[in-house]
């Protein structure tokens, strides 16, 4: 059973950093694209950042230059570091994959950013 988990999340104070991780298990897949997505109270959940199975990544606007996403495929974990974190950084953080023509979710870790 293919499975997602991320952690790393927790209470940080304005312009603090953290770094997520996302472990993929449940298949012997171990190079794959993967996509940070969050949702905030009362908002759409929206892309973050994303890493193909070459390495290549993509950022959303608002975190360009505070998020970067990189990948270790022998531990099959994507990790996101945030840096400089703001209070609108504050949602769930989720990180997606597509296997075999199936999306996977993990169940989020939150991130609050607050003084």
């Known amino acids: 059973q293919v499975q997602l988990k991320e952690s790393g999340g927790g209470l940080v104070q304005p312009g603090g950093s953290l770094r997520l991780s996302c472990v993929l298990s449940?298949?012997?897949?171990?190079?794959?694209?993967m996509g940070w997505y969050r949702q905030a109270p009362g908002k759409q959940r929206e892309s973050v950042a994303s890493?193909?199975?070459?390495?290549?990544?993509n950022y959303a606007d608002s975190v360009k230059g505070r998020f970067t996403i990189s990948r270790d495929n022998a531990k099959k974990t994507v990790y996101l570091q945030i840096e400089s974190l703001k209070p609108e950084d504050t949602a769930v953080y989720y990180c997606?994959?597509?296997?075999?023509?199936?999306?996977?979710w993990g169940q989020g870790t939150q991130v609050t950013v607050s003084s």
């Open positions: 449940g298949t012997s897949v171990s190079i794959y694209a």
């Open positions: 890493i193909t199975n070459t390495g290549s990544t």
């Open positions: 997606n994959t597509a296997l075999g023509g199936w999306q996977y």
